[in-house]
T-cell receptor, first 115, second 113 residues
């Protein structure tokens, strides 16, 4: 049973470019959340997708957008990259918000470096 | 913004000693969770404690929660070199606000053999 998988593991982009990160949730999970973790900091919530819709959003600009596909996998897109977007991007999958038992499983992350 | 603050920011101990990390948070919670992160990679879920629980154990881990003080502690007993990692507390999910987790800034634990 594969856990949460993220791709790519590392990425280097130039300022102003656009990037797409991908996440496949754990089997049986249909909710995907994205987090940004700057060096030396705790993860910060970007947004959450459930039933192919953005359900909740953190304090991030519109340059950050996402998508969830019918198979529950998800993409995080960041446009007009800034140096400050350099971070570890983590994907977390969890069961439907409707179930009583809730736990989040995290992928290994994508390390994005903007130069 | 961060919900919680961990204390200490860094902790260095010898193998076999106990490690205690503390977490304080600001708003009312339903759950508090502890995660481990090795070398800036993915987060591993350690334990969840609900707001109506005061203490929970899992193997060598003991978590306490004091909702009156808005604080939690994680105790790792008989530490091993493999416990070297960053440890984060996270509040959530908030059932009426989706599955968002709010993390503290973490405690970096170093266990020397």
């Amino acid at each position: 049973d594969a856990g949460v998988t993220q791709s790519p593991t590392h990425l280097i982009k130039t300022r102003g470019q656009q990037v797409t990160l991908r996440c496949s949730p754990k089997s049986g999970h249909d909710t995907v959340s994205w987090y940004q973790q700057a060096l030396g900091q705790g993860p910060q919530f970007i947004f959450q997708y459930y039933e192919e819709e953005e359900r909740q959003r953190g304090n991030f600009p519109d340059r950050f957008s996402g998508h969830q596909f019918p198979n529950y996998s998800s993409e995080l897109n960041v446009n007009a990259l800034l140096l400050g977007d350099s971070a570890l991007y983590l994907c977390a999958s969890s069961p439907s918000p409707k179930v009583a038992r809730w736990e989040a499983f995290f992928g290994q992350g994508t390390r994005l470096t903007v130069v | 913004s961060q919900q919680g603050e961990e204390d200490p920011q860094a902790l260095s101990i010898q193998e076999g000693e106990n490690a205690t990390m503390n977490c304080s948070y600001k708003t009312s919670i339903n759950n508090l969770q502890w995660y481990r992160q090795n070398s800036g990679r993915g987060l591993v879920h350690l334990i969840l404690i609900r707001s109506n629980e005061r203490e929970k154990h899992s193997g060598r881990l003991r978590v306490t929660l004091d909702t009156s003080k808005k604080s939690s502690s994680l105790l790792i007993t008989a530490s091993r070199a493999a416990d070297t990692a960053s440890y984060f507390c996270a509040t959530g999910p908030f059932y009426n606000q989706g599955g968002k987790l709010i993390f503290g800034q973490g405690t970096e634990l170093s266990v020397k053999p």
